[in-house]
């Protein structure tokens, strides 16, 4: 039995009907791209400057064609992302995909999403978008580099520290937001994920709301990248690396964000509780044996240094 490219649950072929569900009640398969990996890079690099998406990854936009189950290559008003392997960097793909789910697994509000094959086989990562509501509207978005008017090529260059005042000035509901914010970073840590720059935060104007937009982006860059130093991309306390429970929990959470104690120790109860869940995706996961291993080591070792 194969498991499912969007649940990971066991069925025959590449979807589940409970995934396949996910994205269109009428959709009864996702077809692979007709297209190798190298024709898939040189496709994204081709209109890399006509869709609004950034990053080093190589990405395509997309719209789910539901009567011939398949995903549509578009230069405009695509409703999914399509993100390719990375030549030097194996299975980024899977890694966000895997990443994703562990994110859900613990509340964190995440756009439908999954895997998808090329025409030899192999696996791409698909993301539903969030900001569009019709084929040519969207919802007014903004990342955290734009809500402090810095330059794409700066996006590092602020503290964790420094998000707290975006969520302040701009959500409508700034508690609410702050705590959400706060899992993140937490989440980030946990996970190896040291490339939370000012570009992978959002907030989202709808039903005149404004909050944080859905989570995206999230992967476990420390074992894609190899011997890194930092383990977040925004200081705490100056500093990138070697946190303890007292960055994290008293001086980010309780200290800077103003959050009450117990709601702090609730995040920690969360992730903790969700130790077991998460070693269990991971075995399941798309990821190469070795790659799995690299994951379970990076929470192996957070989990002991923070509880």
């Known amino acids: 039995m194969s498991k499912c490219l969007i649940t990971y649950n066991g069925c025959n072929g590449d979807y589940s009907k409970e995934g396949l569900k ?22 994204a690099l081709a209109i890399s400057d006509k869709i609004s998406i950034q990053g080093i990854q190589p990405k395509l936009s997309a719209r789910l064609n539901v009567k011939e189950g398949k995903f549509d290559i578009v230069e405009q008003h695509g409703t999914y992302i399509i993100k390719v392997q990375v030549p030097d960097r194996p299975q980024m793909p899977e890694n966000e995909d895997l990443t994703m789910k562990l994110a859900k697994a613990i509340g964190i509000d995440v756009p439908v999403h999954g895997l998808v094959r090329d025409k030899e086989g192999q696996l791409n990562y698909f993301i539903k978008r969030f900001d569009r509501y019709s084929q040519k509207s969207k919802y007014a978005v903004e990342d955290f580099a734009q809500l402090t008017e810095r330059p794409s090529d700066t996006k590092y260059d602020a503290s964790t520290e420094s998000l ?3 969520i302040t000035r701009f959500c409508t509901f700034p508690a609410i937001e702050m705590l959400k914010l706060y899992k993140r970073i937490f989440f980030s840590f946990m996970v190896g994920n040291e490339d939370m720059h000012l570009k992978n935060f959002s907030l989202i104007s709808k039903e005149a709301k404004t909050y944080l937009s859905p989570a995206y982006d999230l992967l476990n860059s420390t074992i894609a990248m190899k011997r890194t130093k930092e383990e977040l991309a925004l200081p705490i306390m100056g ?3 070697r946190f303890k429970p007292f960055h994290l929990r008293e001086y980010l959470g309780i200290e800077r964000m103003e959050l009450q104690q117990k709601i702090v120790e609730k995040v920690f109860t969360e992730v903790y509780g969700a130790r077991s869940s998460w070693e269990g995706l991971i075995e399941k996961s798309f990821l190469s044996d070795k790659l799995k291993e690299d994951y379970l080591n990076i929470l192996n070792n ?5 509880y």
């Not at 957070?302 to 923070?306: E, T």
């Open 164 to 166: 707290i005042p975006i």
């Open 302 to 306: 957070r989990f002991k240094r923070m």
């Open 22 to 43: 996910l994205l269109n009640k009428n959709l009864e398969n996702i077809a692979p791209f007709n297209f190798t990996q190298s024709e898939l890079r040189t496709e």
């Open 239 to 241: 500093t990138k690396a």
